[in-house]
């Protein structure tokens, strides 16, 4: 915690940086991973899925967690 506030950050730039990177960088890797390790019932479903959490990330992700996880075979 030294570390980061010399190098400048208080408490408010870790918050936000917090908030604004680092939690959506954890966000999407875990939806990569759960695409990755699921299968789907359509055949090109995971392909499909990884596309859009790769090149929309922020959305992707969102839409995955709300939309995708249902598409999932048990």
Known sequence: ???LLFLGLGTPEI???LFLIIIPTILWVW???DILKSQFKGGSDKVVW???VCF???LGFILY???G???KVS
């Open 15 to 17: 918050l936000i940086l």
């Open 1 to 3: 915690m030294n570390q």
């Open 56 to 58: 929309l990330p922020l």
């Open 69 to 71: 996880r249902n598409q």
């Open 50 to 52: 990884l596309l859009v």
């Open 65 to 67: 967690f709300s939309i």
């Open 31 to 33: 939806a990569l991973i």
